[in-house]
Each structure stands twice: as C-alpha cells, then as structure tokens.
C-alpha cells in the first residue's frame, strides 16, 4: 500500500510499542505500508499512557471527554505525520486502535474532522458526542471478542448501527471465542480488510 499511512492508538494503561506487532503483521503483507505506533500524551499509573482519564467515568461523562481529547490527539497525529513527510493530497491516511484507542478512533471517524482512508476498531466502542459528522463512504472496520468483559461486543454492534446510518461502510467481524485483546485472526482480518481498498 504505497502512500499509505497507518496510526495505531494503544488502550488505556499501555503505550505505543504494544501495537508494534499489529504494525509489523500488516507491514509483511501490506508492501509499502508506514506504520505509526504513538504513546498517548497523558500519563497513566505504571509507566503507561491513557487518551483520556478514565478516573471517575461514566456513560454520562464520557463523551465530553473524548471531545475533549481531541486536541492532543490531533495534535499527536500532525506531529507524526510531518516527521514522516505525510502529503495530505496524495497520501492516504489510515487509523486504527484498540480499547480506549479503539474509541479515539471511531471518535475521528463521527466527527469528520480528518479525511481518512479506512478506520479499524478493535475492542472498542462509540462514546462521541452527537452530532455525527461521518464522511459518507469512509471504510470501517469494527473487531470484537464475544467474550469481552472489559467492553462487551454489543458496544461494536451498536457502533455498526450508529455509524453506517450516519453515512460510514461498515464490517463488523465477532469472534465467538475472543476476549479482550486483538487476535492473530483479528490482525490478519484486518489486514485483509485493508488490503481489499487497495485493490
């Protein structure tokens, strides 16, 4: 995938290198695919990085403050993408994350606020706030693990729903053994989903 960006965004408690092996998986068999593994700019107990705080959250709280992260990670993405020379009109540009990445990424998927190539969320769920900004047509991927007790796979149904109305072309991949964790399987099918728009 010549000219292709991809933006991989850890969950919460962890950091960039995490996602390395997604990255490099989709490397091997994605030819020309740049991958970006970012650590979140907030800090989170143990050395790791969070997107957002999650002290405190709530359903009722946590739209405003994906809103409100929305700044540093734009911020984080422009900085990556012009240490790599990312050129806007010709470049495609790629983001994927899991968990907490997962809802940052689908947050910048409904708010339409960057033009984007394809968006993958592993294990996650859609906490934007209303209204829904999709830009019509963008390629969605969702994975979830039927198995997850950390965010239950309804969430990406929900998110299926919610943002094909608003105007995305969703897949959504439920794997019946699958907990909280982005699989081999899981990796591969999203390769092959990437794959698919290259074409």
């Known amino acids: 995938m010549p000219n292709s960006f991809a933006i991989l965004l850890h969950g919460v408690g962890s950091q960039g290198s995490h996602m390395q092996p997604i990255g490099e998986h ?69 983001v994927a994350g899991f968990s907490q990445g997962a809802i940052m990424a689908l947050d910048l998927l409904a708010s339409g606020r960057l033009a984007l190539h394809a968006v993958i969320a592993f294990s996650g769920r859609l906490a934007s706030p209303e209204p829904l900004s999709v830009r019509s047509g963008t390629p969605l991927l969702l994975v979830h693990g039927q198995r ?28 019946p053994e699958s907990d909280h964790t982005v699989t081999a399987q899981g990796a591969a099918s999203a390769a092959e989903f990437l794959r698919s728009l290259a074409d």
Do not use: C, K
């Open 148 to 175: 997850d007790a950390v965010m239950p796979w309804q969430e990406s149904h929900y998110a299926a729903e919610r943002l094909q109305a608003a105007g995305a072309r969703v897949q959504s991949l439920f794997e």
């Open 26 to 94: 989709w490397r091997a068999v994605l030819p020309g695919l740049s991958v970006i593994t970012p650590d979140a700019p907030f800090p989170f107990a143990g050395g790791g990085h969070q997107w957002f705080s999650i002290a405190g959250v709530t359903a009722e709280n946590r739209p405003q403050r994906v809103a409100a992260a929305r700044e540093a990670l734009d911020a984080v993405i422009r900085a990556e993408l012009a240490a790599r020379g990312f050129r806007p009109d010709i470049d495609r540009l790629i």
